[in-house]
């Protein structure tokens, strides 16, 4: 059978041979798919520790024969939605027809298409949220320069404004007059990707720190408190550290993670997540000057912060839970695979 799929693959691809072809696949793997090599680099060291196989999918350039069948195994769907910002413009889009593909042969795929729609769409994100019972900050939508000028003359006060297609806080601004709306107006074909951006209610976090809660497999593992402070870029990812991240003003870390603390909202975030397709997953939150926390950022493509993790000696690690969740969810493939041979033969 001919070549069915050829993604491009990054010079580590886990020890295993490049993915070429879906008819040479039978043993079920753990399949990794992701833009940016850097965010990866952890969660090898975590499988690896666990002997578990896996294969990499970078995704850039994609090419899939529809007729074949997609290899067996477990699809673990990491795509950013700050991927264009890394030259790799069409990989979401690429990400989502290779969702629908594995979907149609039944695989089991963690971060399914449902989940990679919601992760770059903001509007998606808040009014699934709000289903959910969720708090989330006062938002307006708006597609369009002419849409943008007519919501922010509508808005009473100051604003937060953000591309609807977010990630790693880019283009994220509190808006204060007209001047700082038009800077952004002018440069509104590279501000937003879909045309479209939110206008939000500032919440000033009582203090300073703004909480991001992990996910894995339906279950929160920790939950990280940030020093929003430095401005709205807060990728926790070690990779995207610079220098020390320690906060001097008060002496408490950048990223603190509360390896105890429970959200109050767990129910409805975990329920939120499930419905979403969201297996792995962050969910960022700021406590108003009420203390009611407000959800305004979901994310599938999730980082850990190892120095912080190592500052509070978590039990278990970001990544560690996320190899071991790949790991159980391997072993039930593989016994469906086994099953359905005994049936076979
Ligand atoms: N409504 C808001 N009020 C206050 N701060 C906000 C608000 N929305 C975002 N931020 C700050 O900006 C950062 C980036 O915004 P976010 O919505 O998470 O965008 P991205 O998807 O790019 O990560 C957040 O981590 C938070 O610190
Ligand atoms: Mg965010």
């Given amino acids: 059978m001919s070549t069915s799929i050829l993604p491009i693959l990054p010079p580590h691809a886990g020890g295993q041979a490049p993915l070429r072809s879906g008819n040479g696949d039978a043993q079920p793997t753990i399949h990794i798919i992701h833009e940016n090599d850097a965010w990866v680099v952890p ?8 002997g578990l196989p896996y294969k990499e999918w970078f995704i850039d350039e994609l090419a899939i024969d529809l007729e074949a069948a997609p290899p067996e195994g477990v699809f673990y769907n990491r795509m950013s939605a700050s991927s264009h910002t890394r030259d790799h413009r069409h990989a979401w889009e690429a990400t989502r027809g290779l969702m629908a593909w594995l979907e149609a042969h039944g695989r089991r795929v963690i971060n399914n298409r449902r989940a990679t729609g919601l992760e770059v769409s903001k509007i998606e ?36 404004l953000k591309p609807n297609r977010g990630g790693k806080g880019t283009g994220v601004r509190l808006i204060r007059n007209t001047h700082e709306l038009e800077a952004v107006i002018a440069e509104f074909g590279d501000y937003t990707l879909d045309g479209t951006v939110i206008l939000q209610e500032y919440i000033r976090p009582a203090d300073g720190r703004v909480l991001r809660l992990e996910f894995v497999g339906g279950e929160h593992v920790y939950t990280v408190s940030i020093d929003a402070g430095g401005g709205f870029e807060l990728c926790p ?54 203390g009611n926390l407000k959800f305004y950022d979901v994310n599938i493509n999730t980082n850990y912060n190892a120095a912080a993790e190592a500052r509070a000696e978590v039990k278990r690690t970001g990544m560690g839970a996320i190899a071991d969740f790949l790991g159980r969810e391997l072993q039930s493939v593989q016994a469906a695979a086994a099953r359905a041979q005994r049936i076979a033969s």
């Fill in 125 to 160: 994100q808040t009014i699934a949220l709000k289903q959910y019972g969720l708090l989330v900050p006062r938002s307006m939508a708006a597609t369009g320069i002419d849409a943008l000028r007519d919501a922010a003359a509508k808005w009473d006060g100051p604003f937060i």
């Fill in 237 to 290: 990812a070690d990779g995207c550290q610079i220098g020390n991240a320690y906060c001097p003003a008060d002496g408490r870390a950048q990223f603190e993670v509360l390896e105890d603390h429970k959200p109050e909202q767990l129910k409805q975030c975990l329920a939120f997540l499930k419905a979403s397709g969201m297996e792995v997953a962050a969910m960022e939150a700021a406590p108003d000057a009420e």
């Fill in 43 to 50: 969660l090898r060291a975590e499988l690896d520790a666990r």
